[in-house]
């Protein structure tokens, strides 16, 4: 399997002011100066997308990156 495999998306659980967090696919980044944030900028990398759709093991690495998502949604409420 790949390196990359789950990581389409960013580990949201641990969120840096003014730094990139980026999956293979996906970027965010919150600017922020004292008390002041801006509103999140989200990218997207479509060159990683359409790999990520040639490889061999798609579906099965954005089912398991989909479901880390939802567990750090679920866990961000508790």
């Not at 840096?16 to 990218?43: C, H, T, W, Y």
Request: charged share 30%; proline share 4%.
């Amino acid at each position: 399997m790949r390196e990359c495999f789950g990581t389409i998306y960013p580990d949201l659980s641990r969120i840096e002011l003014n730094k990139d967090l980026a999956g293979k696919v996906f970027r965010l980044r919150i600017d922020s100066q004292g008390m002041m944030r801006r509103p999140p900028r989200f990218e997207a990398d479509l060159e990683a997308w359409e790999d990520c759709q040639r490889c061999e093991v798609y579906q099965s690495c954005f089912d398991l990156s989909n479901g880390k998502l939802a567990m750090r949604q679920a866990v961000s409420r508790i």
